[in-house]
């Protein structure tokens, strides 16, 4: 049973109570799948956020100790969630990834790995690249911007960038260079969406 429409509906919901939503880019979303969709990451909230704007099912690949939990693990699985075992280097993941994006389905991938706790954009990891150089998938980047900060009632800028065509990407077989070259090309194109990070100060007010 695919729980997606249901979640997305619901926590869509959630997240617009939460916070105020603005969305920019969005003619850049092509209407089908078969691509790669890479953002920074600042918050729990991410993933259903930038989801919102998507009209096809975004999976995501996910540590597998979100599964551990029966309740949370049972709704999570029919979600579309990869799990992911870090550190292992877990082919699985990457396999199944791949099956998904040449399936025409969406990957949802956040290079950096794990959250930015203050917003600055850490060093990507070559997940993404990695897929985009099994599937010839093409790259479309966005961010999402907390004004000040993840709090309730903050502005959120969610935009979408044009998409990074799979030959941009550079990516030679065999070659870790390239890999990581392409990986920190995705991330400036991920770090030129972003809204400046504020301060210390200017968060305060």
Same mark, same amino acid.
């Given at each position: ?54 009209? @096809?099912? *975004?999976? =995501? ?9 029966? #309740? !949370? ?5 029919? /979600? ?75 502005? @959120?800028? *969610?935009? =979408? ?9 550079? #990516? !030679? ?5 390239? /890999? ?26």
């Amino acid at each position: 049973m695919n729980l997606y429409p249901l979640g997305k509906a619901s926590t869509g919901l959630l997240v617009r109570v939460a916070f105020r939503i603005k969305f920019e880019g969005t003619e850049n979303i092509p209407p089908g799948g078969g691509y790669i969709l890479a953002c920074n990451h600042r918050s729990n909230f991410d993933p259903v956020i930038i989801a919102q704007k998507v009209p @096809v099912q *975004v999976y =995501y690949l996910a540590k597998v100790e979100l599964l551990k939990n029966p #309740v !949370a693990g049972f709704i999570i699985s029919r /979600l579309g969630i990869i799990p992911v075992k870090r550190g292992e280097g877990d082919n699985s993941a990457i396999e199944k990834a791949v099956e998904i994006v040449r399936g025409g389905g969406v990957l949802g991938v956040f290079p950096e790995g794990s959250r930015s706790k203050d917003g600055v954009p850490l060093r990507p990891r070559s997940g993404a690249a990695v897929i985009a150089s099994q599937t010839g998938a093409d790259v479309l980047p966005m961010a999402v911007t907390y004004a000040k900060g993840v709090r309730f009632g903050g502005t @959120v800028t *969610v935009r =979408y960038g044009q998409m990074i065509p799979n030959s941009d990407l550079g #990516v !030679a077989p065999g070659s870790p260079t390239s /890999l990581r070259k392409a990986s920190k090309f995705v991330m400036d194109k991920i770090i030129a969406l972003m809204d400046p990070v504020p301060s210390d100060e200017e968060e305060a007010r």
